[in-house]
């Protein structure tokens, strides 16, 4: 009797010794480390603040499931570009530099995607961009460059082909910035409109930038309010566009204001207030809050028990799903090797079930099947899909 119990407890010994050693080998197992570069800094820090709790909370998502290739976890290295060029070069230049970096999801603001990518291409280094819809990114030919949101071109027709006909709009007033995001917007708009306009059923009645970071712009609302619009559509960013929305009902400009996809969030109303804020819309790629797909659920369920709140920028949730497609191509592939990930990713990445939706790529590296809505913003302060 007591050499069985002796012989037990030997095995229980070596159970709970080869189980320890499992655990030790597990932890020493290196971790795949993915760059996120965001503006954690300056006056688009809510941006990126979302996209990194967006990120960390895909990130804890798969490391819970058992992270990737037999159980290495994911780890995020984060570098602050504050949306300012030079801090973006410093970024990628830093990224560029580790060699544990992976890939890099990478950033919020076209301007800065356009210089950043070209830094990426040149190391060979995957890049996801979350934030950046300017068609002619992803027209260079670059290799190495993705992204998981939508493009202008498909933004400016649902303007045209929706949005102007829900308001029975004839007469449409364009104001952008200048910027590369903000008037390939603009550009791409007003090419969607060329047809109605030559035809005459509608009018182009203004089209002009503003300069970014003033605090007066009655000068060219006071020019806009002149042409008698039938709705205004503002191309750029929210900083700007809750002073423009106040300034321009206090010059009686009463009309329509439709925001592109950077012009409305949280910041928006809180420059705007909430009286001016209300009732204007956007056209925007869907909001989290919105979708019910499992992968959907799951993260909003996670990133409410971290954050207490789902985030208010569809943008960042993208940077979340940029992780997500990375995480699947090097697990599938079992490698971490750039054109590896590169060949999954456009030949056989299909239909992936990601954060918002199936997720593919095409040869460009541009998403394959984003939607587009046009929301409004309600009394309270929180937004509705405007049913057309």
């Known amino acids: 009797m007591n050499k069985i119990k002796l012989s037990l407890g030997v095995l229980i010994l070596a159970l709970v010794f080869s189980l320890s050693c499992l655990g030790v080998l ?222 321009a009902r206090e010059i009686g400009i009463d009309v329509p204001f439709v925001g592109g996809d950077a012009a409305i969030n949280e910041d928006f109303i809180r420059i705007a207030g909430l009286e001016y804020a209300a009732g204007c819309y956007q056209t925007q790629e869907a909001l989290i809050e919105y979708f019910t797909n499992p992968e959907a659920v799951e993260f909003k369920e996670n990133y409410k028990d971290a954050y207490g709140e789902l985030p208010s920028s569809p943008w960042s949730v993208y940077a979340g799903d940029a992780l997500m497609v990375l995480a699947e191509a090097i697990d599938k592939t079992g490698s971490t090797d750039s054109d590896v990930l590169v060949d999954y990713l456009k030949n056989e990445m299909k239909e992936f079930p990601s954060i918002t939706g199936p997720i593919g790529f095409d040869e460009k590296g541009d998403r394959v099947g984003t939607g587009i809505n046009l929301y409004v913003v309600n009394d309270d302060g929180s937004y509705s899909i405007v049913e057309r």
Request: proline share 4%.
């Open 26 to 247: 597990s932890q020493d197992k290196p971790t795949v480390v993915i760059g996120l570069q965001a503006p954690i800094t300056g006056d688009y820090a809510i941006e990126g603040e979302m996209a990194k709790q967006c990120v960390e909370t895909a990130a804890r998502m798969i490391n819970e499931e058992g992270g990737v290739i037999d159980g290495r976890m994911i780890e995020i290295e984060v570098a602050d570009d504050a949306f300012q060029p030079r801090a973006g070069a410093l970024a990628a230049t830093k990224f560029i530099s580790m060699d544990e970096i992976v890939a890099v999801i990478s950033t919020y603001g076209s301007p800065l995607v356009q210089a950043t990518s070209d830094i990426y291409e040149k190391a060979e280094m995957i890049n996801i961009a979350y934030g950046a819809t300017n068609t002619d990114l992803s027209e260079r030919g670059l290799k190495y460059f993705f992204r998981t949101c939508g493009r202008t071109d498909t933004q400016g027709m649902f303007f045209a082909d929706e949005v102007v006909p829900y308001f029975d709009a004839k007469r449409i007033a364009i104001m952008h910035d200048n910027n590369t995001f903000s008037l390939g917007l603009a550009e791409e708009t007003k090419k969607a409109l060329q047809a109605k306009i030559d035809s005459g059923e509608v009018e182009l009645v203004y089209f002009d930038g503003i300069t970014p970071g003033e605090s007066d712009y009655t000068v060219p609302l006071t020019k806009l309010r002149e042409t008698n619009p039938d709705i205004f559509y503002y191309t750029a960013m929210f900083p700007e566009a809750g002073l423009i929305i106040r300034q």
